[in-house]
């Protein structure tokens, strides 16, 4: 009995990961279609080019999402269908905006409340082309901006608005590792750990600043209106000492959350970067001006929280390398006592570890004033799902057991704790394209049949949810 009664859940997805349809009504190209065209960047050589046909099967997809009981969905938008080349002198494409009126108002019709992210990733791939895209600290937020305004007057409806999913993604694996989009390493031919780089700093922060625009933009020309409310996705992974007796892995775990979760949060919340990320990479770590402080320092009304997974940290000896974007850690599955975290799953970077959900929720609460949070993304893939029988696929014990024990620790946090969960997003409403696993990894709670139509079918987790959500949310 934890939750509140108005308390929402429901499943998330995202435009490139389940739409496919990428040449249809004039969709432009995005960074990610870019790069799936690239040899050797996409495990099976896959793109999402067809994925789940999800732009020709809303009312499927929405009569799925009823049929679960799912009261929200979170989903985001092709900034591409809408503007194909993606600045703000190009041209829009009303056909790919009608779209998504349409689809919002399906959602609304059958009960179901929808959280709009507006970028997951898949910048346009002209922008990138034009200016360096997210490496221009001008364009960039403008053309964001831009986008921004015309779906918040085109979509008057939609109350909950995401403006971008992980930026910690998009610096780090886009463009200091290299496997996301656009694929760039920054200086690492310099080193293997990327001393001298600068480009993941550079894009997270034009990353935030675009974000404050966005929201000075909601808040300036909608919200007075329309009510609703906006905020940034962050990931972030929750952290165990390896071992806890050494204070230095003590410390070493407090760093790795502020160079992973803080990077992002503390400019919003608190105003500039954690002195640990400025005390190690100095001047590569950009400076706020006056005016982007106003747009980011409190520019979210709510924090939509990712989480799957937690590490044990270990704290590096010797000299911080000044290009090392994880804070001078190592990041481990086992601990001092040969402990591990959490069973292996298909996915290299995740171990379930549920009570590292309560830990977590607990600690971004404290360090930023018990914020609202909404969930906007939890979930697990399975280790060989793939290569079972579509039987054996459905039948996802796994999943349940982390759903069940995520959901719990979650509830606890609420009840206990003192955090302020408002909602929650399972990752995801059906296997898609993961990414640079392309379609090995099934994170779905509904299984695809990629073979035959793209046809969906319920995995035991999906109907899991409800029942187990029903009995959380408070009567009366
Ligand atoms: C999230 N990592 O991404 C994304 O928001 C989803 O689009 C994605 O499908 C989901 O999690 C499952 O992977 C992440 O390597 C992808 O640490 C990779 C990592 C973290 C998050």
């Known amino acids: 009995m934890a939750l509140p009664r108005d308390f929402l859940w429901g499943f998330a997805t995202a435009a490139y990961q389940i739409e496919g349809a990428v040449d249809q009504h004039g969709r432009g190209p995005s ?28 009312a499927e997809d929405v009569a799925l999402l009823a049929s679960l009981g799912a009261t929200a969905y979170r989903f985001s938008l092709s900034w591409t269908r809408i503007i194909p080349k993606g600045g703000r002198g190009d041209a829009v494409n009303q056909v790919g905006l009608d779209h ?91 080193s293997p750990v990327g001393d001298g780089a600068t480009e993941p700093w550079i894009v997270a922060h034009n990353l935030l600043v675009a974000h404050g625009r966005a929201v000075k933009v909601f808040r300036d020309e909608f919200q007075p209106a329309n009510g609703g409310e906006i905020g940034i996705v962050l990931n972030g992974d929750a952290v165990f000492p390896w071992d806890p007796a050494d204070a230095a892995d003590v410390e070493a775990c407090e760093r790795k959350l502020e160079f992973s979760i803080s990077w992002f949060a503390d400019p919003i919340y608190l105003g500039d970067y954690p002195a640990s990320m400025r005390d190690q990479l100095g001047d590569r770590l950009p400076t706020f001006t006056p005016a982007e402080r106003a747009l980011v320092h409190g520019s979210n009304d709510f924090y939509g929280m990712n989480h799957y997974t937690a590490n044990y940290v270990k ?60 969930v906007t993304e939890n979930g697990t893939s399975i280790k060989g799902e793939n290569e079972l029988r579509r039987e054996q696929i459905l039948d996802d014990d796994f999943r349940v057991g982390y759903y069940e024990d995520y959901v719990g620790a979650m509830a606890l946090a609420v009840e206990r704790d003192g955090v302020d969960v408002r909602g929650y997003f399972a990752w995801s409403l059906m296997d898609n394209f993961e990414w640079h696993e392309g379609y090995e990894t099934r994170f779905g709670v509904c299984y695809v049949d990629y073979e035959n139509g793209q046809r969906r079918y319920p995995k035991k987790s999906a109907r899991r949810l409800k029942p187990l959500f029903d009995s959380l949310l408070t009567k009366g």
């Open 31 to 58: 960074i990610w279609d870019s790069f799936c065209k690239t040899p050797g960047k996409i495990a099976d050589g896959s793109s999402g080019d067809v994925a789940c046909d999800s732009y020709n099967r809303t």
């Open 100 to 190: 998504y009126v349409r689809f919002v108002d399906d959602l609304l019709a059958a009960g179901i409340t929808p959280f709009v992210t507006l970028s997951h990733w898949d910048i346009p791939d002209e922008l990138h082309r034009r200016y360096g895209g997210l490496l221009d600290r001008t364009e960039f937020p403008l053309d964001f901006e831009h986008f921004a305004r015309l779906v918040f007057r085109a979509l008057p409806r939609v109350r909950h608005w995401l403006t971008f999913n992980e930026p910690w993604c998009s610096s780090v694996l886009g463009f200091s590792l290299g496997q996301f989009a656009p694929g760039r390493t920054s200086d690492r031919t310099k």
């Open 315 to 374: 704290h590096r000896t010797g000299a911080a390398d000044r290009g090392d974007v994880a804070g001078h850690v190592e990041i481990l599955f086992d601990n001092k006592n040969g402990d591990s975290i959490g069973p292996e799953t298909q996915s290299t970077w995740l171990r379930p570890c549920a009570p590292g959900f309560r830990d977590l929720l607990g600690w971004i609460s404290r360090r930023y004033g018990f914020p609202k949070i909404y």
